[in-house]
């Protein structure tokens, strides 16, 4: 710890010590007067069976501050425990004066039942920030996670499973996607094996992709590519949109393009009733223009034909995929027409290393093409 760390340091330790020395000076007092009251106006005979009912009533408080620690969090709790014993206290020192029996046994239970409290909720305020900020995304409120994620940074990394966690949840999805981008390459290795799990919840695999687009790393790439092959039509999807997205700020992060191929290929051979069924279930904004194939067409792209295109995309030119994709979605014949005989076209490898790749390679190239044009076919003659 540098010097300039260790001064606020040893200056917010003092402070701790001195509240914990006030809080215990208090705890004292209080036992002292609680007894000096009680006595004052029961017997001593009656101390047990005061004794009982104020453990019993702690054992209840302390159960239900440990309750509300998870659900509010220790800033809260701590603050509003705090200010209700005071409350109590003003309360009762009122009420001694009308009814003083019955104020000796509320100071009794409220010194019993509060003093192991509130020096709980004080040692929660006071530990680890990791701590602290895990209790947070835990808390079960999604503006009180939603402002945790916020706060999350690259040395957060140890909170990466809690906030993968908090992918599943609609209200947080965005916050835990914006900390876990935060924290960077450290945790993609933990976000390729969340996403390549497929006994891992759905929602959630389906949405790592998201985050690994903003990773760029050879690690991402690859975790991508084998999502390529996952029995989920959503996780390929996004998988696809992400590996896109990499290699198009990265280009030296680009895959063998023969694998690519392969891919496409397994993709065409899918039945058509199951490519009926492909749905896509999170909805993508219209201000999540990065998350489609094409900036026009938006939610109205079918959306087989957008992953198609959008492997394509890593193996032609950008912009004639695109052109091509536009108008597969027209009703205009010609553009139709011209667009599947682009897709015919580019099969002929024009890159020496393709030509390399030896005549089975071309022909799982033209396979997949030819199988793309019959695919784009029916699409656009069924409807979108």
């Known amino acids: 710890m540098s010097a300039g760390e260790e001064a606020p340091h040893r200056a917010s330790t003092r402070m701790s010590m001195t509240i914990l020395g006030l809080i215990m000076a208090y705890l004292a007092a209080g036992k002292a007067s609680r007894d000096a009251l009680f006595l004052s106006?029961?017997?001593?005979?009656?101390?047990?069976?005061?004794?009982?009912?104020?453990?019993?009533?702690?054992?209840?408080?302390?159960?239900?501050?440990?309750?509300?620690?998870?659900?509010?969090?220790?800033?809260?709790?701590?603050?509003?425990?705090?200010?209700?014993?005071?409350?109590?206290?003003?309360?009762?020192?009122?009420?001694?004066?009308?009814?003083?029996?019955?104020?000796?046994?509320?100071?009794?239970?409220?010194?019993?039942?509060?003093?192991?409290?509130?020096?709980?909720?004080?040692?929660?305020?006071?530990?680890?920030?990791f701590v602290r900020r895990a209790a947070e995304l835990r808390c079960g409120g999604a503006e009180r996670a939603s402002a945790a994620a916020g706060e999350v940074g690259p040395a957060d990394w140890k909170l990466a499973p809690l906030l993968?966690?908090?992918?599943?949840?609609?209200?947080?999805?965005?916050?835990?996607?914006?900390?876990?981008?935060?924290?960077?390459?450290?945790?993609?290795?933990?976000?390729?094996?969340?996403?390549?799990?497929?006994?891992?919840?759905?929602?959630?695999?389906?949405?790592?992709?998201?985050v690994l687009a903003t990773i760029p790393s050879r690690r991402v790439v690859e975790g991508l590519f084998e999502a390529l092959q996952d029995q989920r039509f959503e996780v390929r999807f996004y998988a696809g949109r992400a590996l896109h997205l990499l290699?198009?700020?990265?280009?030296?992060?680009?895959?063998?393009?023969?694998?690519?191929?392969?891919?496409?290929?397994?993709?065409?051979?899918?039945?058509?009733?199951v490519w009926a069924n492909h749905r896509l279930i999170d909805r993508r904004g219209s201000n999540e223009k990065q998350w489609f194939f094409d900036d026009q067409l938006l939610n109205r792209a079918d959306r087989n034909l957008e992953h198609l295109f959008t492997l394509l995309g890593l193996l032609l030119p950008a912009d004639a995929v695109r052109i091509a994709f536009r108008a597969l979605h027209t009703d205009d014949r010609q553009p139709k027409g011209t667009a599947f005989e682009y897709l015919e076209n580019a099969t002929p490898p024009r890159n020496p290393a393709f030509a390399a790749a030896g005549a089975r390679s071309r022909c799982q190239r033209q396979n997949a093409i030819g199988r793309c044009r019959t695919c784009a076919s029916r699409s656009v003659s069924h409807g979108r």
């Open 41 to 129: 106006q029961f017997r001593s005979s009656d101390l047990p069976a005061m004794i009982a009912v104020a453990a019993i009533i702690a054992v209840i408080m302390s159960i239900g501050s440990g309750r509300m620690l998870v659900h509010v969090g220790p800033n809260w709790m701590t603050v509003f425990f705090f200010a209700l014993s005071g409350v109590l206290q003003i309360g009762e020192w009122v009420l001694f004066g009308y009814q003083p029996r019955t104020a000796a046994c509320l100071i009794y239970v409220h010194v019993v039942g509060f003093g192991a409290v509130l020096v709980s909720a004080f040692w929660s305020l006071m530990a680890d920030p």
């Open 164 to 210: 993968i966690e908090l992918l599943a949840w609609d209200e947080v999805v965005s916050a835990a996607c914006g900390a876990l981008g935060r924290i960077g390459p450290r945790i993609a290795g933990t976000l390729v094996d969340a996403l390549l799990d497929r006994d891992g919840e759905f929602v959630i695999r389906r949405r790592v992709p998201r």
């Open 247 to 273: 290699v198009k700020a990265r280009p030296e992060l680009m895959i063998v393009p023969e694998r690519v191929w392969q891919a496409l290929n397994r993709e065409l051979s899918l039945q058509r009733s």
